[in-house]
């Protein structure tokens, strides 16, 4: 089982729209979390950080619920822009564990 | 300009010639790390490093080896290339630990035949 699972998508949303991506863990000692964008053939860069009382950041707001073992990202009023791929990362023992990552295509 | 620069940015090889691809970042970072990503895989890591001469193998390691003789550099090294090592490779580092924000370069797509 991998230690960070995304859904890999693709998510069709149209301009406007709400859209939610979740990505789970399984190790439990894991301590920081981050949401990153990566532009196709570009490098990652990050997003926001995740923290356990949630953080929001203009239309994006990620959350972290310890007791499911998951974080979740939330981008409101979704623009043409805004299609990337989405990934997901965990910290454990001074390594980041990566998800796959979430692609989203945003329609006009 | 705060970056991290990765050379070259395209290559292509053959089985069993060594190459260097080379990193560097001039932000005074303590952590650097060597990424490689597949479709559907995702980014493994392959070996990171704390500090001058410090540095751990990550999930992918075999077949890689790494130097981080000074503070800015961490050349990633292939001894003998085979064709499971065409990916797309990213080196990153940050100020500290992984806890802290990642910065990557532009990637290396490497192609070996």
């Known amino acids: 089982r991998k230690e960070v699972e995304q859904d890999p998508g693709p998510f069709n949303v149209p301009e406007g729209a709400t859209v939610a991506f979740n990505c789970t863990y399984s190790n439990s000692a894991s301590q920081s979390f981050f949401w990153y964008r990566q532009d196709c053939r570009k490098e990652p860069k990050l997003l926001m950080s995740v923290y356990s009382s949630g953080n929001e950041d203009g239309r994006f707001t990620a959350q972290l619920n310890r007791a499911s073992q998951y974080i979740s990202l939330l981008i409101r009023d979704s623009k043409l822009s805004d299609s990337a791929t989405y990934l997901c990362?965990?910290?454990?023992?001074?390594?980041?564990?990566w998800g796959a990552g979430t692609k989203l295509i945003i329609k006009p | 300009e705060a970056q991290v620069t990765q050379n070259p940015r395209y290559l292509i090889t053959v089985t069993g010639k060594k190459l260097t691809v080379t990193c560097s970042q001039n932000?005074?970072?303590?952590?650097m790390s060597w990424y490689r990503q597949d479709p559907g895989l995702g980014l493994r890591q392959i070996y990171y490093s704390m500090n001058v001469e410090v540095t751990d193998k990550g999930d992918v390691p075999e077949g890689y080896k790494v130097s981080r003789k000074e503070k800015r550099n961490f050349p990633l090294i292939l001894e003998s290339p085979s064709p499971n090592q065409t990916s797309l490779y990213f080196c990153?580092?940050?100020?500290?630990?992984?806890?802290?924000?990642?910065?990557f370069g532009p990637g290396t797509r490497l192609t070996v035949t």
């Open positions: 990153a580092s940050s100020q500290w630990t992984s806890g802290y924000e990642q910065y």
């Open positions: 990362v965990g910290d454990s023992n001074y390594q980041l564990i």
């Open positions: 932000m005074n970072h303590e952590y």
